[in-house]
């Protein structure tokens, strides 16, 4: 008997030692469960309110954090009273913190404000002193009449015009003709092509071949040829 009333006591002290442990730990599940919510936002600009892509939104005191999508939105637990920052660069930094309330998650909108920064005027002069500037003001040469005339017949307007019509195309040029010859396939594969006769473009663009003497320079290649 006295051995029988040991087991029995020392059986009831540890039912009752696990029912104290079980209630323990479903009561800290449910403390936990409690504590944990999600926040949702989603991050503009403050003045134009667009969305912003990659902005950081870190807690410091968890050691984790998320980055915003190509609509600004973002998703991520928290807990409440947590301290969340959102950076992103040319915007300040903006603090939130997070409720003390039993509310299962959240969604806030969130606008950053631009960091605009005012920097001095620089003048940026040819000389770095005033003397030094009238100096070489006082010893500067004027140009001659001679140069004067050289620089006019340069610049004479019958000399620029015949010297655009009798200059070959450069690399540029010939890259950009090249180009549009590619577009124009593409958009006529599909088409019925049309009479050259009766396009004004093509008229304009043969009066400009004949003014270059370009039927001139394909006659002289045919001639050499035959020879």
Partial sequence: MPKLSINCLQFL??????LLLVGSLTGLQAQGERQFLILSGVVVAGEESDPLP?????????GRG????????????????????????GY??????????????????FEL???????????????PTEELFKE????????DEEQVRQVRENLNRQLLTYWAYTMPMDGRLNYR????????????????QGISL???????????????GELKKERFQQYNKAK
């Fill in 92 to 109: 300040k930094k903006q603090y939130y913190i997070v409720p003390l309330d039993k509310r299962e998650s959240y969604s806030v909108v």
């Fill in 54 to 62: 990659r902005v950081n939104v870190y807690i410091p005191k968890a």
């Fill in 113 to 127: 404000r631009e960091d605009v920064t005012n920097l001095p005027v620089i003048e940026i002069l040819p000389y």
């Fill in 177 to 192: 003709y090249y180009t549009q010859m590619q577009v124009q396939q593409l958009e006529q594969r599909n088409s019925l």
């Fill in 136 to 143: 070489a003001f006082l010893a500067l040469e004027l140009p």
């Fill in 13 to 18: 002290t540890l039912a009752i030692c696990c």
């Fill in 198 to 212: 009766m396009n004004p473009f093509a008229w304009a663009e043969f009066f400009k071949s004949v003014k270059r």
């Fill in 66 to 89: 998320t980055s915003t999508n190509y609509d600004g939105f973002f998703v991520m637990p928290v807990m409440p009273g947590d301290s969340i920052i959102m950076s992103y660069v």
